[in-house]
């Protein structure tokens, strides 16, 4: 699967280059300045040529009549919206994975990436970790006789009988209690915009649940279980910053090593001023960055890192951007040709 950028001036298409070393897209620009539009075009060009899509949609940005007006009728054709709250969605968060050759994910990668979901970016002292990880491994050894999810951990937690638990499921009430672990549902579909719909959960449940389902996700595809991987993998999700950026997260560790397993990342912000130095180091390892028009503020630093050497004319064209355009860095793919420079797409 090529990853589409965008046009050139000359309608070109843009793809990232087959030589880069991943296909990861950073994309960053103000409210208005058109990313979101872009990340449309880029995830229906994915979906078209038979690669599986996955968007997480924290705040109605791919609602109906948000879409690009010029694809909206084909890009809605080919939407499988899962809402996790209404429909529920299959997770089996407690379940261990096998490889295919038969081999079972071990016990301590299990609870590790349960207890590292379900704490999000909840702030937990060492006592609260302590009470998780004892709920997740009861709730691993009774969740055949519960039924969901949420009822095995609501179980565990209350049968530990301390504050400490107490003090989690306070933190965790609106997650285990909204419906959206109660599994069931769609599930994700080839050909298809899957887009998971979080945005009628509040802005914290939506975050915590999102952790949970980009670790169920990134355990199936380490695990060979995701039949998806041969096509190739898109996970989209606008606003990213929204989630957690900890070492031992998801995000991060898809950002590391996607690329083993066809999966490739489309990740938005309004802004760079959010993320300290070590996470921009990782987001400019993605193949492409898509600036748009950034902030005031901003433009004297992405000029910087677009080209040292000629900061002050990177400034004035990123100080002019249009609605729509952007510059795009990377190694590219132009109508056949291997480009090597900074190109402003539209």
Known sequence: MQTYLGKSKSDDKIFIDSKSPNKSVFVTGISGSGKTSRMFQIELEAVLQDGIVVILDLNHTHDEEQILPQIRSKYTSLINRIDPVSEGVNLNLFEPRCTPDGTVEPYVNLVNSAVNALRGNHRMGERQLCALRRAVETAIQIRH???????????????????????????????????????????????????????????????????????????????????????????????????????????????????????SLLLATQTLEVFPKEILAILNQTASQLYFRPNQNEITKIAKKIAPEDQKTWQQILGNLRVGESVAVGDFNVGGHTVRRPILTI
């Open 145 to 263: 006789r519960c039924a969901d999810d949420a009822a095995a951990l609501i179980y565990a937690l209350a049968q530990q009988n301390s504050p400490e638990a107490d003090a989690v499921y306070g933190k965790l009430w609106t997650l285990l209690n909204c419906g959206a672990l109660k599994g069931g549902g769609k599930s994700l579909m080839k050909h298809q915009l899957n887009v998971v719909d979080l945005s009628n959960m509040d802005f914290i449940t939506a975050g915590n649940f999102a952790e949970i389902f980009l670790s169920v996700l990134w355990r199936n595809i380490q695990c060979g279980k995701s039949e998806f991987i041969e096509q190739g993998m898109l996970l989209s999700i606008d606003e990213f910053q929204r989630l957690s950026l900890k070492n031992d997260g998801s995000l991060l560790h898809m950002l590391r090593e996607g690329r083993k397993f066809s999966l």
